[in-house]
Structures are given as C-alpha cells and as structure tokens.
C-alpha cells in the first residue's frame, strides 16, 4: 500500500515538475536548473501522472486528510492542464506563462555556486522553452485576446528597452554576473525578441475581439469553465450560482455602506458613498513612497495585537517591497510572495505604486491585512512551519482556502480594532464589493458570454476602483478564469464555519483555538475544512462531557 505522506510527496513532486521556478522560490531543492515544459506532450504526460495519482489516492483510508488534499491537487492540475491556457495567455503576470518567467526569475536569490550555476543552466534554457511555447500557441486553435497579446509585446519592449537586464538581478553581485551577461546579451535576449516579433507578426492579428473576451467563446470552453470553477472553489457551485450570489451580497453591502458612509459623509445613498469615495482627491496617493509607507505601518500595527486572536503566530516577519517597475503595469494592485523554506527570501507583500497618484488610498488599510497580517503572510508563515504535515499540505495551492483566510482577515481587522477609523473601513466595504462583483464579472465573461465593457461597466458602478485598477482587474479575470471565484466563496465558508461553531459551542467557544485549528492544518479543500472544524466541535463537547444527540 502507497501511504497518504508517499502519495502527497509524489503529488508535490508532480506540481513541481509542472512549475519548478516556484520550486526555487519556496526554497526547495532539485527543480533550480529547470523551466516548465509548455509542450502538448508535456501536458499529456503531467495529466496522466496526475490521474494515476488521484486514482490511487481514492484507494486506502488512513490519513483521509492528505489523501483528500493529494485528490484535490491532482485533478486541479487536470483541469488546469485540460483549460490550454498556455496557447492563449499573454499579459497576466499570475497566468501567462512568458509573463510569469519576466516576473518570477528575477526574484530568484541563489544562495552559492551550485544555485548560481543552476540559473545559469535555466536561463540558458529559456531560448529552447521559448520556441516550444512558440510552436504551442502556431499550433493552437484557441485564439488569445488581442489587445492582450498587444500589451505582452509591450512588456517585453518594456523589458529588452530597460537599461538593467531583470533577468541579471539575482546573478547581479556574483562572480558569475560576467557570464551571466554574456548569456543574455549573446542567447536570451535575442530568443526573446525572436518571441516578441512571433507575437507581432503572427499572432495579434488572429487575436478575438474585446466583444468576445471569455472561454465560453472557445473550444469547449464551457466545460473547461466549469472545471476551472470546481478547482478554485471546491465546491459544487455552477456559475449560474454564483453569478447569483454575487449579485445578492452586492445588494446586501449597500446597507453597511450607508450605514458606516453616514458617520463620514452624512446620510446618502450607497451609490453616493461610492462616488464620494472615488471623487474626493484628498483619498488619493500622493506618492509611491506614501503607499509604502503606510502599508508597513499597518502591518507592524496588526503584529502587535495579533497574540490576542491566535494561540501561534509566526516568527518571521513580513517585508513590504514596490512591485518593480517592468511589471507594475500589468501586475495586480498589491500581492503576496511566499518566503523562502530556505531563507533566502522573506514572506513579502508587493505594493503597485505605479501611476500612484491615480489610485485611492481608503482601501490601502484592508489591502495590508489581507496580503501581510493576518492574512497570507500570517498563514503562509504558519503553514511553512508545520513540520509534521507533508510539504504538499503546507504549500498546497488550494485557492478558497488560501484567498478566503486572506479575504476573511479584512474582516478579522474590522473586529481586531485596526481600522484606523470609518474610511478605512469603507475600503474594506469596497475590497468586499470588489470580491463580490468578481463572481457576477468572472461568470459573466466566461459563462455568460459579456464583453469586456460589461465587466468594467459593471465594476465601475459596484467596485470603488479607479479605472487603472477596473482594467487591470478584468484583464486578470479574462486571462486567469476561475481563480477571482475563491476569494468570497472561500471567505464566506470559513465564516459559516466559525458561526456554526460559536453556535454550537456557546461560551465554549475559543476565537484562538478556531484560528489555530484552521490555519494548523495547512490548506484544505472546503468540504474537508467543515469536517475538520466539526469533529473539533465534537471533541470540544465530548471533554466537557456534553456530547450532542
């Protein structure tokens, strides 16, 4: 019999393999010289290891928790696999395979010679990856938003143009940084203007339409959607669902709008208190460095606190860095990097300053604790140190878990007493329309066949955002299917958790045992969270000797 530990590190094993720069960044060892395989083989192959792995994960019982975390795993890299999005995604810098490469080997720190020589071997590489990934997306029958292959040519541009090569960081002070150079200049740099002028020529003009932005206008596209849909949120949820949940909670915030709107503004109606927060030129940045700022500020604040709601917290403090320049414009808001098991690098929270006098500042507060303390970083820190779990358990990418803690700790803040007063609580209002309007925007693009412009209209009147972000925002939906779904639904399960076990519990009840309890299991599909949460409710009980029947 293969164990559920065996099953999860050969699981891990396979999700490394299918992305061994995240390897390197989480400090693991073995993947450092290697790049993905963007092939159609190399696909075909990862799917069946993953189906096999799934298929023998469903056959013993002992530890059902892996198992169900390693059948989780498999078949979401199944789906994943089986959604193409490597032949028709360019810009988002989460999902769009070159992209992601600009964006996360730079990040790289190697730690001696070996780790050096490793990047040497994997930027050499990256002319051979580029052409397979050039043949992928010739080949490929699902054509890519046009106006986001425009924006890719224009990153890379952005790339070849910059005085210091992004790529030469992390060799930067080394004694390799000569060959290094040499390897770009000579090899890389003319493999990827090779790439950029593929997407000029043959790529753009083939390219949909803004009226026709989602999967649901590609080769079985609805199927793949509704895969995508049950690997972000673990759940049985259609979009048809979901899109109706969305729609219900943005009716539901309204209420607290105006009720907390009117302390700040006087009584008006939600839609008022919206565009009051978006209008006021006072809620803008006045520079990068203020964003910064103010984002360290908040989580050193939450930090302090944080012994009062968690029995454990971690140890390792969270960095707070500027998104570099390169990427800021088609990167997120704000984001989360992992540490480094191996310390090379902090848990760090990225803050987009660019066109930062565009952006509002009433949502910087709820951005810091849901991306530092207590959100990702608090539970990324955590779960890197439960050395009795597999590493599968503490690195799994199960998104409503790992999105719905974080969107719960905007929540969590609010009671926590870190809102600094009634406007920053407002921009956690507005990141919970955001989140909600993603389930009415996410399906609306890819299971009800809107066009761009309904979901920045849409956005626009629901989500307190300024253009920059709105565009930002539904180009990374387009890009990126199902993954925005994980952030509410997620947050609204572990909400139904923790009110279930207060009910059941009464003045048993422990707000520090139910954080420890959700976070010291590393991420866990939803379903299996309620089970866990629920013996832990029995076993509460039972000590007292009040079992329920």
Same mark, same amino acid.
């Given at each position: 019999m293969t164990t559920a530990r065996e099953l999860a590190d050969e699981m891990l094993t396979l999700v490394l393999d299918a992305d061994p720069v995240m390897a390197t960044l989480l400090g693991i060892p073995g993947w450092d010289h290697r790049l993905p395989d963007p092939s159609a083989e190399g696909g075909r192959v990862l799917r069946a290891r993953a189906e096999d792995v799934a298929r023998r994960a469903r056959a013993e019982d002992d530890d059902p928790v892996t198992r169900a975390v390693v059948v989780q795993q498999a078949w979401g890299l199944v789906?994943?696999?089986?959604?193409?999005?490597?032949?028709?995604?360019?810009?988002?810098?989460?999902?769009?395979?070159?992209?992601?490469? +600009?964006? /996360? $080997?730079?990040?790289?720190?190697?730690?001696?010679?070996?780790?050096?020589? #490793?990047? =040497?071997? &994997?930027? %050499?590489?990256?002319?051979?990856? +580029?052409? /397979? $990934?050039?043949?992928?997306?010739?080949?490929?029958?699902?054509?890519?938003? #046009?106006? =986001?292959? &425009?924006? %890719?040519?224009?990153?890379?541009?952005?790339?070849?143009?910059?005085?210091?090569?992004?790529?030469?960081?992390?060799?930067?002070?080394?004694p390799q940084a000569d060959v290094c150079a040499r390897l770009l200049h000579e090899t890389v740099r003319p493999a990827i203007t090779r790439y950029r002028d593929f997407l000029r020529v043959e790529v753009v003009d083939r390219g949909r339409g803004e009226d026709r932005p989602g999967l649901c206008w590609l080769p079985d596209g609805d199927l793949v959607y509704a895969d995508l849909v049950r690997t972000y949120t673990t759940t049985g949820h259609t979009p048809e669902e979901l899109h109706r949940i969305g729609l219900n909670l943005i009716e539901e915030l309204?209420?607290?709008?105006?009720?907390?709107?009117?302390?700040?503004?006087?009584?008006?109606?939600?839609?008022?208190?919206?565009?009051?927060?978006?209008?006021?030129?006072?809620?803008?940045?006045?520079?990068?460095?203020?964003?910064?700022?103010?984002?360290?500020?908040?989580?050193?604040?939450?930090?302090?606190?944080?012994?009062d709601w968690f029995g454990t917290v971690p140890q390792a403090r969270c960095a707070v860095e500027v998104v570099p320049a390169a990427e800021a414009p088609n990167a997120p808001l704000a984001y989360?990097?992992?540490?480094?098991?191996?310390?090379?690098?902090?848990?760090?929270?990225?803050?987009?300053?660019?066109?930062?006098?565009?952006?509002?500042r009433f949502s910087a507060e709820s951005t810091a604790f849901h991306e530092g303390v207590p959100g990702h970083h608090f539970q990324i820190a955590l779960a890197q140190r439960l050395d009795d779990l597999p590493l599968l358990r503490r690195f799994a990418s199960i998104e409503a878990y790992l999105e719905g803690w974080a969107l719960y700790a905007e929540r969590l803040a609010d009671e926590m007493g870190l809102y600094s007063d009634d406007v920053a609580r407002l921009g956690m209002l507005s990141g919970d329309s955001l989140r909600a309007a993603r389930?009415?925007?996410?399906?609306?693009?890819?299971?009800?066949?809107?066009?761009?412009?309904?979901?920045?209209?849409?956005?626009?009147?629901?989500?307190?955002?300024?253009?920059?972000?709105?565009?930002?925002?539904?180009?990374?939906?387009?890009?990126?299917?199902?993954?925005?779904?994980?952030?509410?639904?997620?947050?609204?399960?572990?909400?139904?958790?923790?009110?279930?076990?207060?009910?059941?519990?009464?003045?048993?009840?422990?707000?520090?045992?139910?954080?420890?309890?959700?976070?010291?299991?590393?991420?866990?599909p939803m379903a299996v969270l309620a089970d866990v949460v629920e013996r832990w409710c029995d076993s509460v009980l039972d000590v007292r000797g009040v079992v329920e029947r």
């Open positions: 789906h994943r696999l089986d959604a193409n999005l490597v032949e028709h995604t360019h810009a988002e810098g989460l999902t769009a395979p070159f992209a992601v490469l +600009l964006g /996360a $080997l730079p990040l790289i720190r190697p730690t001696d010679d070996d780790a050096r020589q #490793a990047y =040497l071997t &994997r930027l %050499a590489a990256l002319p051979s990856y +580029l052409d /397979a $990934l050039t043949r992928r997306q010739r080949d490929s029958t699902r054509p890519p938003l #046009a106006h =986001l292959v &425009r924006a %890719a040519i224009h990153r890379v541009d952005r790339y070849l143009a910059d005085d210091e090569d992004a790529l030469a960081i992390p060799l930067r002070d080394s309204d209420r607290e709008y105006e009720e907390v709107g009117a302390r700040v503004f006087g009584p008006i109606p939600a839609a008022g208190v919206r565009a009051r927060l978006l209008a006021d030129p006072d809620l803008r940045w006045s520079s990068g460095e203020d964003m910064v700022a103010l984002a360290a500020a908040c989580i050193a604040r939450a930090e302090e606190v944080s012994g989360y990097m992992d540490p480094a098991l191996d310390g090379s690098r902090p848990g760090t929270y990225f803050v987009n300053t660019h066109q930062s006098g565009l952006r509002e389930l009415v925007v996410d399906t609306g693009l890819h299971a009800l066949r809107w066009t761009r412009q309904q979901a920045v209209d849409y956005l626009r009147a629901n989500a307190v955002m300024p253009d920059v972000d709105i565009f930002s925002e539904v180009d990374r939906y387009i890009e990126n299917p199902a993954q925005a779904l994980s952030y509410m639904v997620g947050r609204l399960e572990i909400q139904r958790l923790r009110g279930e076990a207060e009910r059941r519990l009464g003045d048993r009840f422990d707000i520090k045992a139910f954080h420890d309890l959700v976070l010291r299991g590393g991420p866990l």
